[in-house]
């Protein structure tokens, strides 16, 4: 799955995952009702994860590379062009779970929840 899109709401960006990870359903869920995204694509969580991006500006990119051999996958988001000031640009992307432990140093099942973040 590879999803680009954008919304004219700034104050929805805050709904998109903290850490950028999606490894449940229920999050999954979340998103996909907070971002009005329509036939949204199934995802077996057991199999795979979504990393989610968010920014400000037109042009957002998303870049992955696995960086070592421990499992840990590093994704690389690159943002640039014009700012608008009232909308935002989101990418979702799916990837396999196979061999990966962590993502960005980050546990791969570790969601934190809204209330935990600063």
Do not use: H
């Amino acid at each position: 799955m590879d999803i680009l899109s954008s919304i004219v709401d700034r104050k929805l960006r805050k709904e998109a995952p903290e850490g950028s990870l999606i490894t449940s359903q229920k999050s999954w869920e979340k998103l996909v009702k907070a971002c009005d995204i329509k036939d949204a694509p199934k995802v077996d969580f057991t199999k795979e994860f979504l990393y989610v991006a968010t920014g400000v500006r037109r042009n957002l990119r998303m870049f992955e590379f696995k960086s070592d051999d421990k499992g840990d996958f590093s994704v690389v988001v690159v943002a640039n062009g014009e700012e608008f000031p009232d909308f935002f640009c989101y990418a979702i992307k799916s990837f396999s779970r196979e061999g990966v432990k962590t993502v960005n140093g980050r546990e791969l099942n570790e969601e934190i929840p809204r209330a935990e973040r600063k």
